[in-house]
């Protein structure tokens, strides 16, 4: 049975681009830009790539990018734009929790939830982390956002999506929060590229910046830093406070 993040994406390529929070690339390539220290020559796994967009951008600017997705058509849209754009860029069709790379990417990025947190269980996402951690080499650099635990505790989940939804964007309708667990239930609702209507029972993981901290001790990463993320505008400067819906995690082996 496929799980909600499979149904959503099922048919999503076109729509996905129009969404409020895919509208930060060029921002958040810069900060990517940056930390790697504008080196060309290094080799980055996208997971969770979606319809391309930071492995577009990435390998405009001279990167050399793989990009791997759980859903074909994201991908299909992906290898389009890269087309369109007279770029080759190798993207490949894996479950992040079973990668087929090892020891060979200088640096990997996951952007806006892609795959992590939005598994069933905490293995599942743990399995990403770990998944991610093999493929990289024995030093490399991994850049990822993940839902803010201490968000939900301060404010509406709900509020802050009204916030950022778009006429065309996918709804969402936060049901329930639970404490015990930091997992939000509710209901996406969003039309496919074809115009059909879909209503999803979803739930996602909100990590506490110290679980993240844990979780990566425990692969091997010696540096982690944790920031606030703000859409398409990645920095150093924007400590990690109740006020940030996602976290910004800068992590080195």
Excluded at 115 to 121: N, Y
Excluded at 171 to 193: G, K, P, Q, V
Excluded at 206 to 211: A, H, N, R
Aim: net charge negative; aromatic share 14%.
């Amino acid at each position: 049975m496929k799980q909600w993040y499979e149904k959503l994406f099922d048919n999503y390529g076109n729509q996905y681009d129009k969404e409020h929070f895919t509208q930060g690339t060029i921002g958040e390539c810069d900060f990517i830009d940056k930390e790697l220290n504008y080196d060309k020559s290094l080799q980055i796994i996208d997971i969770g790539c979606g319809t391309g967009r930071h492995s577009i951008e990435l390998t405009k600017r001279g990167y050399s990018v793989t990009g791997v997705d759980l859903s074909e058509a994201q991908l299909k849209k992906a290898r389009e734009k890269a087309e369109m754009s007279g770029l080759k860029i190798d993207f490949f069709k894996h479950d992040a929790r079973n990668l087929p790379f090892e020891n060979q990417f200088d640096a990997a990025i996951m952007l806006c939830e892609g795959g992590f947190p939005l598994m069933e269980t905490d293995e599942m996402n743990y399995q990403i982390l770990e998944n991610v951690t093999k493929s990289l080499k024995g030093s490399a650099k991994f850049i990822f956002t993940t839902l803010n635990g201490f968000f939900p505790l301060f404010h509406s989940i709900d509020d802050f999506h009204e916030k950022g939804t778009n006429e065309e964007g996918a709804c969402y309708n936060s049901n329930r929060f639970d404490l015990m667990t930091m997992r939000d239930y509710n209901l996406i609702t969003f039309t496919d590229d074809d115009g059909n209507e879909y209503e999803l029972e979803c739930n996602e993981r909100y990590y506490m910046p110290s679980e993240i901290n844990w979780l990566l001790k425990s692969l091997g990463f010696k540096k982690i830093e944790i920031f606030g993320a703000k859409l398409g505008a990645y920095s150093r400067e924007d400590r990690l406070t109740t006020e940030d819906f996602e976290m910004l995690v800068v992590a080195e082996k």
